[in-house]
């Protein structure tokens, strides 16, 4: 742009252009990019709550419910929960 400021639309036209050339063949998104920094991270971090902490941080959210919702962990749990109930 002429302020030399890149929309999302942008940054994600030229992710996608660099997965190409590197042999990747799904749509990346800095959404995508932002969601599996904070999966991997949690994981890395040995799924902890000091790791969810971390991670709520790093992401500016406003409270850990939002996190755990951003990670999916709340329909893993529910599964399981499910899954327990009926063995």
Same mark, same amino acid.
């Given at each position: 742009s002429s ?5 999302? +639309?942008?940054? @994600? +036209? #030229?992710? @996608?252009k ?7 063949d799904h ?6 990019l932002?969601?599996?920094? +904070?999966?991997r ?6 799924e902890?709550e000091?790791a969810m902490?971390?991670v !709520?941080?790093?992401? @500016?959210?406003? !409270? #850990? ?9 709340e329909?893993k749990?529910? @599964?399981e929960v499910?899954? +327990?109930?009926?063995?």
């Amino acid at each position: 742009s002429s302020t030399g400021v890149m929309t999302r +639309a942008g940054v @994600n +036209a #030229m992710l @996608n252009k660099i997965a190409k050339e590197v042999g990747i063949d799904h749509p990346v998104t800095v959404h995508s990019l932002r969601k599996g920094f +904070a999966m991997r991270t949690w994981a890395l971090m040995g799924e902890t709550e000091a790791a969810m902490i971390y991670v !709520s941080s790093w992401l @500016n959210h406003s !409270s #850990m419910q939002t996190t755990y919702a951003y990670l999916g962990l709340e329909l893993k749990l529910r @599964n399981e929960v499910l899954d +327990a109930f009926w063995e």
